[in-house]
């Protein structure tokens, strides 16, 4: 295995490297914190501070002169047509400067190369462009209360009424609805039908009639999900992306992207340093228990092991993808070593800190690197985003081992 870049590599490495230091310096001030970068352009856009609509058209506009806002989309449909091994160097740089990305996550990772592949020509010349110009974010209204990781068992109906669609149902969970303006949305078009089929893809106007986004507020205090409820809301039979009672394969097509998880491993690298360099300060020294307990030692050490397994299974799937062939299992597995290493990573910065770790507010002063550990201990209580490690067990032994399914 050679971890090494070639010179082309190398080269882009740098080139993500320039961009990175046009940063506006509200990101950059922001980068020395830990916060939510993927979803910071789309609220910033949406900002009444004058100051951080500014940053955000900066930000934005330096990605789009490199045309890097969606540089996973082909050429022909103003992607920036960067090889697998790019787009896996260009996300490494902005996780290791914890610098934003721009632009609508969902629309820009998951709707476009669907619409590529399924969309009508009407569809991609509707949205393709207000996409790649940042005017619109999208949303994804998949999971139900009843529905999560068996996605198939959703029940948000779509009945058709001549040209429309009325739907009615109840989606949870979704990333940023409050601030997003269109929802990609699954519903259940054929109720008769096996589970998998009877479901259509369409696409929501957020503004419609009917729809009803309401908060949840984690445990944090925080507010990035939803739940959202339907009621005879009207969308065109024209809005639906691929054939009626087909939607689960265009949505399969929408999660079969970029599934490397390098950010998350970059992540949990600068977590394990920042905490290092805290615990040789005066500071650090007094608040933990690191000198009295000398076993947690070896727990800082096993997470820092566990870290860097974490960028190399990345390393394993974007090499993968650059060859040709789509990881199954093999995201699975990464995708389950990295939520549980994430788990361990919060109990040991809440062990090194003992009681120190009950301070909640990261802007008081005894509180150890910001309440960082406090926060993400809770924040890392359940491992049920992107399907529960149930489910990718499931599909290791099935796919993977080639065992029997019970």
């Known amino acids: 295995m050679d971890w090494t870049d070639t010179t082309a590599e190398a080269s882009f490495r740098q080139e993500v490297r320039e961009l990175i230091a046009r940063m506006p310096e509200r990101y950059r ?19 009444e501070d004058e100051g ?56 820009i ?23 790649l110009n940042g005017d619109v974010v999208w949303c994804q209204g998949f999971s139900e209360p009843g529905a999560g990781s068996d996605l198939a068992s959703l029940r948000t109906r779509a009945v058709r009424d001549g040209d429309e669609y009325v739907v009615n149902g109840q989606k949870i969970w979704t990333t ?48 990035e999900i939803n739940e959202d409820f339907f009621e005879d809301v ?24 970029e599934r490397s998880n390098i950010a998350g491993a970059i992540a949990a690298r600068r977590a394990i340093e920042g905490l290092l360099g805290y615990l040789k300060t005066p500071e650090g020294e007094r608040r933990s228990q690191i000198g009295r307990l000398t076993a947690l030692r ?4 096993d997470r820092h092991i566990e870290a860097n397994v974490m960028a190399n299974f990345s390393l394993r799937i974007i090499t993968m993808q650059q060859a040709g062939t789509i990881p199954n299992y093999e995201a699975s ?27 909640w507010d990261p802007e008081e002063p005894y509180s150890p690197l910001e309440a960082q550990f406090a926060q993400s201990y809770v924040r890392w209580a359940a491992l049920v985003g992107g399907g529960t490690p149930e489910i990718q067990r499931n599909i290791i032994a099935t796919r993977g081992l080639g065992l029997p399914r019970g």
């Open 333 to 359: 597995a990464s995708h389950i070593f990295g939520g549980e290493s994430g788990q361990r990573l919060a109990r040991t910065g809440a062990a090194v800190f003992g009681l120190y770790s009950a301070l």
């Open 234 to 257: 009207r969308v065109p039979v024209a809005n639906r992306v691929g054939e009626e009672n087909r939607g689960w394969y265009v949505a399969m097509t929408l999660l079969d992207n």
């Open 52 to 107: 951080a609509r500014q940053a955000a058209d900066e930000w934005f506009s330096a990605f789009a002169e490199k045309g890097w806002v969606a540089p996973h989309w082909p050429r022909e449909y103003g992607g920036g047509g960067l090889s697998w091994m790019e787009q896996y160097i260009l996300n490494a740089e902005l996780a290791s400067a914890n610098a934003p990305g721009v632009g609508s996550n969902v629309g």
């Open 176 to 223: 940023h609805a409050h601030y997003a303006d269109w929802m990609v949305l699954l519903c259940r078009t054929d109720p008769e039908a096996p589970k998998h089929r009877g479901i259509s893809f369409v696409l929501l106007d957020l503004r419609s009639p009917g729809v009803e986004i309401r908060p949840i507020i984690d445990m944090t205090g925080g507010h």
């Open 298 to 301: 070896q727990l800082i050490a």
């Open 109 to 131: 990772s998951m709707l476009g190369p669907a619409l590529i592949v399924h969309g009508s020509e009407e569809q991609k010349a509707r949205h393709l462009t207000p996409i």
């Open 29 to 47: 001030k922001m980068a020395e914190h830990e916060y939510t970068a993927y979803t910071q352009w789309a609220r910033d856009r949406l900002e």
